[in-house]
């Protein structure tokens, strides 16, 4: 997160009054009046805006764009003291422009990071549609096929076995039943000729009768011979019947595997076909959620390089100018340059830092979206990276130039105290490494009224970063 050192934002202002009072001998009066003049009414003009709200708006961008117009042609010009004293108020009238600038940054950073946040949203759908895609196309229902396959060839060749078994089965008791019924048959027409037989002998004489005894009983034998042997063969059946039942069974059995078997072949098929469908719907979406990515990325890169890149560079121009002019003479007004330089180099480089920050975090989102699988964001994350590098860069040599100010200062006192705690600060910001997290554990505390300007300007002085709104830091 990019933090700024933080002061209160009246610093600018109170910087140009301590350059009028350090500078009064030198203008008074005997100067160029045009310039003294112009110096003058930019004082009223700091005024104004000490009086309005201290966040950058249209009343300070107004009034500080009044003030830069106003005292660029006396800046260096004229006497020593007057052009001495237009160039810090200038600096610190541009100061403000950055200030206002830097909002507008902001608001559009915050604008890319909310777009980078979608980006990775249609990165992780594009990522669930092409897993979901891989995994259907994963399915491969041929080896399934073949072990069904292979199952119902070994269920038909046993049903055949069966059936043949059934076969000779329904053969043998076919055959059993038919003796079992010639025997009976046969069994019941000897004892039907017996029966005959015993009614004539009743009727007979007794030579007939001593004649067709031996005859009956002859042929109830022969009836309970037959009879008997047709049991026999009868008990043959019973005792065959359970094998042939358990034939049955077995090819009831056997014939509702092969249904099974058949049923599962049949939907495992029916998966297959579903698979492909699925990858192909789901290849579909997926290449339409890339072509959303893109498009979202082409929109975030064009964004980026026009209204983003302009607002930043508008900003830290702003913030070079400022620092361009922050020129001092000797004794205060030499200090109050200097301190005008710490608190430009200040914010350009707490401004670069900003936007290396925003295109590390866009560097690493498309590098995220490479990792997910989609090679064609590699370049635009080398790209990013290498503008973070060189903003990251800039940075530092702004921020070593502030500290560098910061520690040329000789203030007295518990004011300079607090600007050296500023600028070790800095310093850790400055050497902290791209993508870490700077150790600002001992921050300064702002400093208060009691400062040591003149009452005329007892706002208290301020290291702000113009920018500065909470909802405005990066993470």
């Known amino acids: 997160m990019t933090t700024p050192i933080h002061f209160s934002l009246a610093t600018r202002r109170a910087l140009a009054g301590a350059a009028m009072i350090a500078l009064a001998g030198t203008l008074g009066g005997c100067g160029d009046d045009a310039a003294s003049q112009a110096i003058n009414q930019a004082d009223i003009e700091f005024q104004r805006v000490s009086a ?3 966040a950058p708006d249209e009343h300070a961008r107004t009034v500080y764009g009044g003030i830069e117009t106003l005292l660029t042609p006396f800046a260096g010009e004229g006497s020593k003291g007057e052009g001495e004293a237009a160039s810090v108020m200038l600096s610190s009238a541009q100061q403000g422009l950055a200030a206002a ?9 915050f604008e890319v990071r909310s777009q ?4 990775l949203a249609h990165g992780s759908e594009w990522s669930r549609l092409n897993a979901l895609a891989e995994a259907a196309a994963s399915y491969d229902p041929a080896p399934e096929l073949a072990d069904l396959d292979e199952a ?3 269920t038909r060749a046993e049903l055949s076995v069966l059936e043949e078994k059934q076969h000779v089965a329904e053969g043998t008791l076919t055959e059993l039943n038919t003796q079992i019924d010639e025997l009976r048959q046969r069994s019941e027409t000897a004892r039907s000729a017996a029966g005959e037989l015993q009614l004539e002998m009743s009727l007979a004489s007794s030579s007939r009768a001593v004649e067709l005894a031996p005859r009956i009983r002859d042929l109830l034998l022969e009836a309970d011979r037959l009879e008997l042997d047709a049991r026999r063969v009868d008990t043959t059946r019973e005792q065959f019947l359970p094998e042939a039942n358990e034939i049955n069974l077995n090819i009831a059995r056997v014939e509702k595997q092969r249904e099974l078997l058949t049923r599962s072949r049949t939907e495992t098929n029916a998966r297959g076909r579903a698979a492909e469908e699925d990858e192909q719907r789901l290849r579909a979406a997926a290449r339409e959620a890339s072509s959303r990515l893109a498009a979202k990325v082409s929109e975030l890169e064009e964004f980026r390089k026009t209204d983003v890149a302009d607002a930043f560079d508008r900003a830290i121009r702003q913030a070079h100018n400022a620092a361009a002019n922050a020129r001092g003479g000797k004794d205060t007004a030499r200090d109050s340059g200097t301190v005008a330089t710490a608190l430009s180099n200040q914010s350009k480089g707490l401004l670069q830092m900003r936007r290396a920050q925003m295109n590390l975090g866009i560097s690493r989102t498309y590098e995220s979206l490479s990792l997910l699988g989609l090679p064609d964001y590699t370049r635009l994350s080398e790209e990013a990276m290498t503008e973070a590098q060189d903003s990251h860069e800039a940075a530092v040599t702004s921020l070593d130039t502030a500290v560098g100010a910061m520690r040329r200062l000789r203030v007295p006192g518990d004011l300079g105290d607090r600007i050296k705690s500023a600028a070790d600060m800095l310093e850790r910001y400055a050497q902290t490494p791209l993508g870490e997290a700077p150790n ?23 290291f702000d970063e113009p920018s500065s709104s909470d909802e405005d830091e990066e993470g």
């Open 52 to 54: 309005g709200p201290a």
């Open 116 to 119: 980078a946040r979608v980006i």
């Open 152 to 154: 119902l060839r070994e």
């Open 440 to 462: 600002l554990a001992e921050a300064p505390e702002p400093i208060e009224d009691d400062a040591g300007f003149d009452e005329d300007f007892d706002d208290e002085p301020s």
């Open 101 to 109: 600038a830097t909002s507008e940054a902001a608001d559009l950073e």
